[in-house]
């Protein structure tokens, strides 16, 4: 008893500090555990998930392995360093989303105009690129993140459902502030 009582204190109390938590994405941070040969799984690409990675000379990769149709939503976003200075309106990011071989989406970072998000819950700065949405079949799909160099900080947004627990709220608390001290420094 003693124990749900400290937990529930420890969520209202976290809860003061993330108030909307449950309208963001949850966050994994990937950094550069991302090869072809090990990609990141993504096990409910329709679940609102932002993988955080950098680039480190290497393409990234994220699987997809649908036994059913579902709704798949992909953005990119970059950080936003000097968010009081003039935009910057391209970044060199891309995501490609690929089906049996076949390129099915290219979002070629230098040509689409990135716009600055700011992102409330986490009252994060970034410029966000490349959109994608469409109904896809079952099957098994691969997203690439790439850009000239393969280096550089980026968030890969997956899937638009809301869906929180306690123990996720929690753990976006402590994974927002391992981001502040990694991903949003230079």
């Known amino acids: 008893m003693k124990k749900a009582a400290a937990l529930l204190m420890v969520f209202f109390w976290l809860s003061s500090f993330l108030p909307q938590a449950a309208f963001a994405h949850i966050p994994v941070i990937v950094k550069t555990k991302s090869s072809k040969e090990n990609p990141v799984l993504v096990k409910k690409p329709e679940i609102s998930y932002a993988y955080y990675g950098q680039l480190a000379g290497t393409i990234h990769y994220y699987k997809i392995e649908a036994p059913k149709a579902f709704l798949l939503y992909v953005n ?111």
Not at 96 to 123: H, I, M, P, Q, T
Not at 136 to 155: E, Q
């Open 76 to 186: 990119i976003l970059v950080p936003d360093y000097s968010p009081k200075s003039d935009p910057i309106l391209r970044h060199d990011m891309s995501f490609e989303v690929w089906k049996d071989n076949v390129c099915l989406f290219s979002g070629e970072g230098l040509n689409v105009d990135w716009r600055r998000f700011y992102e409330k819950y986490g009252r994060d700065h970034y410029y966000m690129g490349s959109e994608f949405e469409r109904q896809m079949d079952a099957g098994t799909y691969l997203i690439r993140v790439f850009n000239t160099n393969n280096t550089g900080k980026y968030s890969l947004a997956i899937g638009k459902k809301e869906k929180f627990t306690v123990i996720s709220i929690i753990g976006a608390f402590f994974k927002a502030w391992s981001l502040d001290r990694w991903f949003f420094k230079k």
